[in-house]
């Protein structure tokens, strides 16, 4: 029998975890990136023997493809993967081509914003309770490179809508939905709609003995619900309506009623803020569902330490708290981390905006900021947008001055906060190498 033909596009992440895990299933795998691989991921891909080119993307060579896997990365539109599709030579994503070589149980959390603390949190607690979890997916390692080298009896992954884009049976044992709020309009069609029936599709393929989680309280989930043909088990949770069925949180506690009930007060949960109520929530009816004992769960919740790079606290200096959100890539998630803040801020913004609508800032920045500090190469629109509701606004292009910027604008008792709401590809390799320089100009001062 002829050896399958694998083509991987894109050598990131993704893409080599799935060249490495194509090679141990068998197939004669290629992988191409028209960029050129980090020093990484070429070693890898020799150390496993997989042929590879960068810098260009031979056609000759990628149509003789049985089964190509695209990055997340690469749209759907490019000029590429039309021709492949005019070819009909099925094109997948990273995620699908990984579902199909385990049994093993997946959690799948996404939404728009909270998909790494929600996955990180859901993880830890696995860990606590002595299970063989791995976690994955759009953080840390690829599914494909968990499932080629670990073998786990359960994934947590963290997916975005660009790896749902491509799936064909992925199907999730728990699928968590925790928001739907404008992000990526651009690969959309700037479609609100677009974008939100794709989040839908982490339960396409589930079945009624599967889990459906999600935030009850989101417009824009509920009523797409009504429309989708859903077979899985709908489980909502919410802090406005007390449902028996899911999970409820009020002022005091946080109430899981399915399937069985407990209570955790508030004030136990290491995650604080609005926002994270609902990521515990859906963090916390999971572990039910997979009937981890609720002292475990309770333990974990209040044990769980943040996320990099998602309202980490840094350092205080000169009684000035420096908070590091650069996880924070759209509008919604500035709005998070806005309000979950006590004291008077100086905020950092900006970076490569994605169509963003800051009018749902306004409130909040009137009722909180001080000043603002611009930082990215092109900071029109958000000069345009708050330069009538902030009179302390300037303009930096590195780190180093936009920290000592907001040094400068802040005092005693002050939260210095980077929140961007943009996309950081303009004057950083990534959101964590902006996090990161945050973090290490913060020190020098």
């Given amino acids: 029998m002829m050896q399958q033909r694998l083509i991987v596009l894109g050598g990131g992440e993704s893409g080599v975890g799935a060249a490495i895990l194509g090679k141990r299933q068998g197939y004669s795998v290629f992988l191409s990136d028209c960029e050129m691989l980090t020093d990484k991921y070429r070693v890898r891909l020799i150390d496993n023997d997989i042929e590879f080119e960068e810098g260009q993307h031979t056609e000759n060579i990628i149509f003789k493809a049985d089964l190509v896997v695209k990055s997340p990365g690469i749209p759907k539109e490019a000029p590429l993967i039309r021709q492949l599709n005019e070819k009909h030579i099925q094109v997948i994503s990273e995620i699908e081509f990984a579902s199909r070589f385990t049994d093993s149980k997946i959690i799948a959390v996404t939404g728009s914003n909270g998909k790494t603390t929600t996955a990180s949190l859901i993880h830890y607690i696995l860990n606590v309770a002595g299970m063989n979890a791995g976690l994955g997916g759009n953080i840390g390692r690829s599914f494909s490179d968990l499932v080629a080298e670990c073998g786990y009896d359960c994934y947590v992954l963290e997916i975005s809508s660009f790896q749902l884009d491509d799936i064909v049976s992925f199907k999730p044992y728990i699928a968590i939905l925790l928001n739907i709020t404008p992000d ?202 708050f330069s009538g509701i902030i009179e302390n606004i300037v303009e930096t292009k590195s780190m180093e001055e936009a920290v000592r910027a907001a040094y400068f604008f802040s005092e005693k008792g002050d939260a210095v906060l980077l929140s961007p709401a943009c996309a950081s590809f303009d004057l950083f390799k990534n959101y964590e190498d902006r996090g990161r320089q945050y973090k290490e100009e913060v020190k020098k001062l």
């Fill in 184 to 385: 990526h309009l651009d690969r959309y069609d700037y479609k609100l709609e677009t974008y939100a029936k794709t989040k839908f599709k982490i339960t396409e393929n589930q079945s009624h003995e599967d889990y459906f989680v999600y935030d009850f309280d989101d417009e824009n989930i509920t009523e797409l619900i009504k429309e989708i043909d859903i077979q899985a088990k709908k489980i909502p949770y919410s802090m406005e309506t007390n449902q028996g069925n899911g999970a409820f949180a009020n002022d005091e506690k946080l109430m899981i009623n399915y399937p069985e009930k407990f209570e955790i007060p508030l004030s136990e949960l290491s995650l604080q803020g609005k926002h994270n109520i609902y990521n515990s929530m859906a963090a916390a009816t999971t572990a039910n569902i997979l009937k981890i004992r609720k002292e475990v769960i309770r333990r974990s919740m209040s044990d769980f330490t943040a996320v990099e790079h998602r309202l980490e606290f840094v350092l205080k200096v000169g009684g000035v708290a420096f908070f590091n959100d650069s996880k924070a890539t759209n509008v919604n998630a500035a709005y998070y981390a806005l309000e979950s803040m006590k004291e008077p801020v100086v905020w950092i913004v900006g970076g490569t905006d994605k169509g963003n609508d800051y009018t749902e800032l306004f409130e909040l920045v009137q009722k909180k900021v001080k000043a603002i500090v611009c930082l990215g190469v092109d900071n029109t629109p958000i000069l345009k947008a």
